[in-house]
């Protein structure tokens, strides 16, 4: 599987993801982060994922701005979508999808926090999302969200694959380092990215990666 992990700027409309796609028509999968468009965009992006055969996973906006997820498939269905999950609370089901061949997990920016306790129940997950909103806002928390990761990666025996904005900061702090990562089902590193915001596709069985 070609997935293509973007980590575009803030924006109103979907321009940066239709230019993404456009220019990468084979790609069977685009991760974008949370966050990246609101739910008056849901129709358009289903047509965007009939038109180019791609599944779509990214974070939206619902009507009363809240962050919600999103999984819709090549055939613009939606197969998951669900309010984020609020701080201190067990992880909302559902946080998994079905497509094809494929069990995806799905944890929300900070929900990578709730990830190992939540999707203990998930025993066939082949690849988990993790959308981010914004960048880190230390080196720490980089750390402690990569060393998150690896351990979902390994509990699971399944890839985990994340990726932020390329701007913006948490709470508007003014510090932020992007990031996008990826490990595979033994919590090796695939790729560890921070303050480089180059699209990438990854070849999941080769598991090469290329900027694009």
Same mark, same amino acid.
């Given at each position: 599987?070609?997935?293509?992990?973007?980590?575009?700027?803030?924006?109103?409309?979907?321009?940066?993801?239709?230019?993404?796609?456009?220019?990468?028509?084979?790609?069977?999968?685009? $991760?974008?982060? !949370?966050?990246?468009?609101?739910?008056?965009? /849901?129709?358009?992006?289903?047509?965007?994922? =009939?038109? @180019? %055969?791609?599944?779509?996973?990214?974070?939206?906006?619902?009507?009363?701005?809240?962050?919600?997820?999103?999984?819709?498939?090549?055939?613009?269905?939606?197969?998951?979508?669900?309010?984020?999950?609020?701080?201190?609370?067990?992880?909302?089901?559902?946080?998994?999808?079905?497509?094809?061949?494929?069990?995806?997990?799905?944890? $929300?920016?900070? !929900?990578?926090?709730?990830?190992?306790?939540? /999707?203990?129940?998930?025993?066939?997950?082949? =690849?988990? @999302? %993790?959308?981010?909103?914004?960048?880190?806002?230390?080196?720490?928390?980089?750390?402690?969200?990569?060393?998150?990761?690896?351990?979902?990666?390994?509990?699971?025996?399944?890839?985990?694959?994340?990726?932020?904005?390329?701007?913006?900061?948490?709470?508007?702090?003014?510090?932020?380092?992007?990031?996008?990562?990826?490990?595979?089902?033994?919590? !090796?590193?695939?790729?560890?990215?921070?303050?480089?915001?180059?699209?990438?596709?990854?070849?999941?069985?080769?598991?090469?990666?290329?900027?694009?």
């Amino acid at each position: 599987m070609n997935i293509l992990i973007g980590q575009p700027k803030m924006e109103r409309n979907l321009e940066q993801l239709k230019r993404e796609i456009e220019s990468n028509p084979t790609v069977d999968l685009i $991760l974008y982060p !949370e966050g990246y468009c609101t739910y008056r965009a /849901l129709d358009e992006l289903s047509d965007v994922a =009939i038109q @180019f %055969n791609t599944t779509i996973v990214l974070g939206y906006r619902d009507d009363t701005n809240r962050d919600r997820v999103l999984i819709v498939n090549k055939n613009g269905e939606m197969l998951l979508t669900r309010r984020k999950t609020p701080e201190n609370e067990g992880l909302f089901m559902p946080s998994s999808a079905t497509d094809g061949a494929e069990e995806y997990g799905y944890l $929300l920016c900070r !929900e990578i926090f709730m990830g190992n306790e939540g /999707l203990k129940g998930h025993e066939h997950l082949t =690849i988990i @999302f %993790n959308p981010i909103g914004v960048g880190m806002f230390s080196e720490e928390q980089f750390t402690e969200w990569t060393e998150a990761a690896r351990k979902i990666a390994m509990e699971r025996k399944a890839m985990i694959i994340g990726t932020s904005h390329a701007d913006g900061s948490y709470r508007n702090c003014g510090i932020s380092i992007p990031i996008a990562y990826c490990f595979d089902e033994n919590g !090796e590193e695939v790729f560890l990215s921070k303050n480089d915001t180059r699209t990438r596709v990854l070849e999941t069985d080769s598991r090469v990666t290329t900027f694009v």
